[in-house]
């Protein structure tokens, strides 16, 4: 028994939910599917970090870990997609995620600490 039913009646895909192991081939839509809402949830969450940097003067922090999330994504979704297409390319994609929102937790922590230091030494101005 497959049932079948639309997220949304703008969105352009379906998720399927299977019931029954017979139909194992559909199963591969919802793996996918999964990970990309994840990795789009993860976005989401992180959508601050478009206009931090430039908020407090340090656009490079964007290009930087923007380009570390390219550097994890390319090669991951290249690899994994040519072993388990969708679902491998799927992968990729959360796995750079993650890494974007590992790099993005580094840079606030080290911000919070200049922030603090600058506090002990007498509130001077962040500047790099």
Request: aromatic share 6%.
């Amino acid at each position: 028994m497959t049932v079948t039913f639309r997220i949304s009646s703008t969105e352009p895909f379906t998720v399927l939910v299977v019931a029954l192991p017979e139909v194992a081939g559909v199963v591969r839509i919802e793996r996918p599917a999964s990970a990309g809402v994840l990795a789009a949830s993860i976005q989401f969450v992180l959508g601050w970090t478009k206009s931090l940097p430039v908020t407090i003067g340090r656009p490079h922090l964007r290009i930087w870990t923007h380009g570390l999330e390219t550097l994890v994504a390319i090669p991951l979704v290249a690899v994994l997609g040519a072993k388990w297409g969708a679902t491998g390319a799927a992968v990729g994609v959360l796995l750079s995620t993650l890494v974007f929102a590992a790099a993005w937790l580094v840079v606030i922590l080290r911000l919070r600490d200049e922030v603090h230091a600058a506090e002990r030494v007498g509130g001077e101005a962040l500047q790099s």
